[in-house]
């Protein structure tokens, strides 16, 4: 008789959000439980995840995946000419080539990567199709254009003239000096926890700005800017990619969350071996967001300055994470 009455509220349901007759936060209400936690619920890096998070929540609110809602988030900023450090738009290499990195991870540790990707604006896109269509993780290059314009991507001009003229400004003295908090290496990574209850992420990049032509970030790498575990959590990373990949930063914070350790605690305890292994951290600047199975979250950097926004049935804010200086 219980699984007979659970089926018919499973059935209700499913009718339910297809009628769109009532919110999700009301459609779940009794077949999640109590113990459900806040989900669905989306958050990601920086002001500009605010717009990616709208996005992800239209996917969310109607029941949808995790895996959609990601890669739909951050193919605003990607689109966005008016983000500098992100898709079109962002800021070039030394040489005036906008080169982008991006990777998408699913509950079921499925993932895709694209690096040193030119002429395409949603890499992330590349990146789930790496991820469904070859048995590869990451293309990077040529073979990742190639492989993108084989998908029906369009080939387009990513540099604007706001970030050429700024370009040809950096080349008067081409001083390679980034500064913490400027955008510089301001990667957009959004998580997201399903009313499913599964989890996915998402991180794409123009990368460091006026970067040594083919230099490569963590943004990428799976376990460094992005790592989901759909038994623990998920995190992401922005800031300096350098020092992001040597500690496999994001990989860390989703392991000290399995230990036990609160979302923003995992957060605190990765930036703080980040900062042991440096010698000088005084214009570095690392930040991690974390998300975990009962949709809880945190962030935490480095130096004061970074934020993240949230969005889920109760919650749209930007926060500024806690910093270690």
């Known amino acids: 008789m219980n699984s007979r009455r659970n089926f018919l509220k499973v059935s209700a349901l499913g009718t ?3 009628t769109g007759l009532y919110p999700i936060e009301k459609a779940f ?6 113990g459900a936690g806040n989900k669905p619920v989306v958050i990601s890096t920086w002001n500009h995840g605010m717009p990616a998070n709208e996005a992800a929540w239209k996917i969310l609110s109607q029941g949808g995946q995790a895996l959609d809602a990601v890669e739909a988030g951050v193919r605003v900023p990607e689109g966005d000419p008016n983000v500098r450090t992100v898709g079109y738009g962002g800021y070039p290499d030394r040489e005036g080539k906008v080169t982008l990195d991006a990777c ?4 079921d540790s499925n993932c895709g990567a694209v690096a040193f990707l030119q002429h395409i604006k949603h890499p992330i896109s590349v990146a789930r199709k790496v991820m469904e269509d070859t048995p590869h993780v990451m293309l990077v290059g040529e073979g990742a254009l190639q492989f993108a314009l084989s998908k029906g991507f369009p080939k387009e001009n990513l540099l604007t003239p706001e970030s050429e003229r700024d370009w040809k400004e950096w080349l008067k003295q081409s001083q390679y000096k980034p500064v913490v908090n400027i955008e510089n290496h301001d990667t957009i990574g959004l998580l997201a926890l399903d009313a499913h209850g599964n989890l996915a992420g998402a991180c794409t990049t123009s990368g460091a700005s006026y970067k040594m032509h083919g230099r490569v970030g963590d943004s990428p790498i799976i376990g460094a800017g992005l790592f989901v575990d759909n038994e623990v959590g998920a995190a992401t990373a922005t800031g300096l990619g350098e020092a992001v990949i040597r500690m ?19 957060c605190r305890l990765a930036v703080e071996r980040i900062i042991s292994k440096q010698k ?9 967001i974390a998300l975990n199975k009962q949709g809880e979250y945190g962030g935490y950097c480095i130096q004061k300055g970074f934020n993240y926004a949230v969005l889920d049935q109760t919650t749209k804010k930007l926060i500024d994470a806690k910093s270690k200086l």
């Open 16 to 18: 339910t959000l297809l």
């Open 248 to 266: 496999v930063g994001s990989h860390l914070v989703v392991e000290l969350m399995r230990q036990g350790n609160s979302p923003e605690k995992a």
């Open 104 to 107: 998408i991870m699913d509950k």
């Open 280 to 288: 000088n951290v005084k214009d570095l600047q690392v930040g991690f």
């Open 29 to 34: 209400a009794g077949v999640l439980g109590k």
